[in-house]
């Protein structure tokens, strides 16, 4: 690398600082629902561990238990050591996929899930984004894909290596569904498919999309498919922890349904949920899953222990949704994500803390630091431009009490 480089390097990081967008990556000691900052116990409201079992040290030793009992050779393996195509499929990502598919088709007997639906792993929220859409956008067709304004940046990725002569995007206003549907009227009438990506949970607002809006507008379009990416709410919402779309009964009507072990799992990794063709062609054409070295097998199988567990943690999503909706009413209008929301029903874990300025959004993450609180600044680009937060982000372990006292300090 040359000098002049570097130096173009430093003057931008520079100006980062200068701009209050700097980033470094924190050094953490995590202990249960706290974590160690500069020498500080503070209580974690930044974490996506919304189930709070990544800190459930007793479920993990529940796990261990049930892994030493097995013969040696039988322990899941710490590495894959290949890709899926190669050594990698391993009996315990076989077993997952079985199992994750169970799960979706013994909670949904009453939304008709067709019997083709099948699930495929993938390493990571952000590979499964980053390539099914290039994927399904690879045969010689004309395809427009119109994204929520607010997807996750993975989804972005996805969407610009899929742009072609054949495949554009364009983005629709956040949860504005009369712009998404002038946007399906001007589509050309050489455009043979459409593809409406959303969230449904986002990950900074954390409201909702309207999925039975959605599939409504779907239903009145045959060239129109839905992909969906539920990494925010697997395992938070639904009867069976299926997500917002368990619990809006749209589940048959989703092509593409996109889930995350990451986050209310307390795992790693991802899936889709799509029919069994679209799955074998993910295989052939999918190049985060073609040349990407799987999971390791004790990966999968502590998501398999996780899995067996999710349906009956009832009580856990219950609480989760009492202190969020507590949190969310006590935040005045001026701090609200929508200032016209009154916060009367429950859409999500995720509350943001609107500041605007970065500054303010820096000084209030130290004021609740300094209280104890280990909570975090979002900053543009991360957020549109004037719109830097906290986000606060509830988990099943805080307790009515630790709710209290984070209300107080805002």
């Known amino acids: 690398m040359t000098s002049s480089i570097v130096v173009q390097l430093q003057e931008s990081l520079t100006h980062m600082k200068s701009q209050q967008q700097y980033r470094s990556l ?53 590495s894959a050591t290949s890709s899926r195509l190669l050594t990698g499929n391993d009996t315990q990502l076989q077993a997952l996929e079985s199992e994750l598919q169970s799960w979706y088709q013994n909670a949904t ?11 495929l ?9 980053l390539g099914i859409l290039p994927a399904l956008t690879s045969l010689p067709v004309k395809t427009l894909i119109l994204a929520d304004k607010l997807v996750h940046a993975s989804i972005i990725d996805g969407m610009r290596l899929s742009q072609s002569k054949l495949v554009t995007y364009r983005r629709y206003r956040h949860n504005d569904y009369e712009h998404l549907a002038r946007f399906i009227e001007q589509a050309d009438e050489t455009v043979e498919r459409i593809i409406i990506v959303t969230e449904s949970v986002f990950s900074m607002d954390g409201d909702r999309a309207d999925l039975l809006q959605l599939v409504q507008l779907k239903a009145k379009d045959a060239r129109i498919e839905l992909y969906v990416d539920e990494a925010h709410a697997i ?41 069994e063709v679209v799955k074998q062609w993910l295989i052939n054409a999918m190049r985060p899953l073609i040349f990407s070295t799987a999971l390791p097998p004790i990966n999968h199988a502590w998501t398999r222990f996780i899995l067996a567990k999710m349906p009956n943690l009832t009580h856990q999503r219950t609480h989760l949704a009492q202190i969020s909706i507590k949190l969310s009413r006590a935040i005045d209008q001026q701090h609200r994500a929508s200032p016209t929301s009154q916060n009367i029903s429950y859409d999500s874990p995720i509350i943001p803390y609107i500041l605007g300025d970065n500054a303010c959004a820096l000084a209030k993450a130290k004021q609740l630091q300094a209280a104890g609180f280990y909570a975090l600044p979002i900053r ?3 957020v549109p431009a004037n719109t830097a937060r906290i986000r606060l982000v509830m988990n099943a372990k805080l307790t009515n009490e630790d709710c209290e006292r984070l209300i107080q300090q805002l």
């Open 26 to 78: 924190p050094s953490l000691e995590h202990q249960g629902r706290y974590v160690v900052s500069q020498g500080k116990t503070l209580l974690n409201i930044a974490s996506n561990d919304y189930l709070g079992l990544g800190s459930d040290t007793e479920l993990q030793g529940e796990f261990l238990k049930q892994i030493d009992r097995l013969p040696v050779a039988q322990r899941p393996k710490m």
């Open 235 to 275: 395992g938070v919402l639904g009867d069976t922890g299926l997500g917002l779309a368990e619990e809006t009964h749209t589940l048959a009507d989703i092509d593409y349904l996109v889930g995350t072990f990451g986050k209310a799992f307390a795992s790693v990794g991802a899936y889709i949920m799509c029919d």
């Open 380 to 382: 543009p680009p991360t």
């Open 109 to 119: 007997d009453k939304q008709n899930l067709s019997a083709s639906k099948s699930v």
């Open 121 to 129: 792993v993938l390493n990571s929220g952000y590979h499964a984004n």
